[in-house]
């Protein structure tokens, strides 16, 4: 509470990432193997990044770019039948360039899990998403096994939000998946709490670097409840410091000074 | 609070019934305001009777003090007390604040839909605030990115892009009025609901979303 500054925390956990939460943007970013269901035609050069060629089609809507001409107009988009598609897809979208090529049904990709998730829809099968390989069964027995040992920053330093946000497409798998995500968080949050509030003033790089995004998070939690309290038993508690927002400005005037 | 300083041991409720509370009591029922709305995840009613019956008290002592003689003990003591107090009711109203800034969307929305009846759960000052910073907020928003934008991406709808309360949150409480069947509502989908009853003078961990109403009636203490 005494913070300057509130950044949206992420929703990933959650049935919905928030919009404003730049650790869901990061964490939609991640890409995500998926088959293609229905043929797109005219759909392009937006593929070609991704996987095999492609076509393009009225399914994505294209950018105007200033200096070319108003040509066909798109006729309708697949977003029409979704809620309006969020800020950061538009930013992803400037890149398209509409280029006509051939897809075929049963192409591989690897989509983010922004795309991926708008495209997706049960009743119109444009997707078919495959989990990621460390979704998949043999490495939930690694999990199960033992959760502490697994380097979780190296499987996608995003593992549960990812694997939270992944429950959206129904799978067979689901029940298992989530099973999993519980079970392997129980299994490293007695380390983590408690190496994060018994460190103090150490280096504490070897302890943080196999844990994903959101055990770091917590971590940090941890680490300044204990700054916290050290500071306010020698009695720094009630000086008053510099707002991390201002201290900045401070060093800039500092240079301006010298020159 | 000593009766030496010779303070008003009467002070009413500014609405509508007029009720009598020794200063000792209203301090009390601060600090309750204070500890129900740090704990709660929603913004919780305005008690702003609460607020100013707790700064004319205030006010009163610090006359008090100055007409005492200055060096005596009991000066510094009172001093600090007065200290206490004020610390307790700012970080009310800067929780309040944090809260207020964090959904300002759907408290705005929230105050819309209020039938007329229902008390407000912001006070006059707090609603001028709220309007005032969404209008910055959407200001910001246009100026930085939005105008920018093809024009059929230039609105963002704020009740959709700013999170929301969550009222499924855990929160510990202590019991102080008896209550009975309360309708439990288990997260895993195997387990069915269940009805509890809670005694007096016990504590529970359990989901807001089960508890607001009697956190609102002041049933039960946030801890």
Known sequence: ?259 | MTEVLDLHEQDSDGSSEEVVLTPAELIERLEQAWMNEKFAPELLESKSEIVECVMEQLEHMEENLRRAKSGDLKVSIHRMEMERIRYVLSSYLRCRLMKIEKFFPHILEKEKMRPVGEPSILSPEEFVFVKEYTNHTETHFKNVALKHMPPNLQQVDLLRAVPKPDLDSYVFLKVKERQENILVEPEADEQRDYVIDLEEGSQHLIRYKTIAPLVASGAVQLI
Not at chain 1, 71 to 96: D, I
Request: with cysteine; proline share 6%; aromatic share 10%.
């Open chain 1, 1 to 259: 509470m005494s913070e300057a500054y509130f950044p949206v925390e992420s929703g990933a956990l959650g049935p919905e990432e928030n919009f404003l939460s730049l650790d869901d943007i990061l964490m939609s970013q991640e890409k995500l193997p998926v088959r293609i269901e229905t043929a797109m035609p005219r759909l392009g050069a937006f593929f070609l990044e991704r996987g095999a060629g492609a076509e393009s089609d009225q399914a994505l809507p294209q950018v105007r770019r200033a200096g070319e001409p108003a040509g066909t107009p798109e006729r309708g988009t697949a977003f029409g039948l979704v809620p309006p598609p969020p800020l950061n897809l538009f930013l992803k979208l400037s890149k398209v360039i509409g280029f006509p090529d051939a897809e075929g049904l049963g192409t591989k990709l690897e989509l983010p899990l922004w795309l991926a998730k708008g495209l997706f829809d049960t009743k119109r099968r444009i997707l078919s998403v495959e989990l990621p390989k460390m979704y998949q069964e043999g490495w939930r027995t690694v999990f199960s096994a033992d959760a502490n040992v697994v380097d979780l920053h190296k499987m996608g330093p995003r593992f549960y939000g990812f694997g939270s946000q992944l429950l959206h497409f129904d799978s067979p798998e689901s029940t298992d998946i989530s099973q999993c995500l519980l079970q392997t968080f129980i299994g490293r949050f007695r380390r983590i709490m408690d190496s994060s509030q018994n460190s103090y003033n150490e280096d504490t790089s070897a302890l943080v670097a196999r844990l994903d995004e959101t055990e770091r998070g917590l971590f940090q939690i941890g680490q300044k409840g204990l700054n916290d309290f050290q500071s306010w038993e020698k009695g720094q508690a009630s000086q008053i410091t510099a707002s991390s927002l201002v201290q900045n400005y401070k060093k800039r005037k500092f240079t301006n000074m010298d020159d």
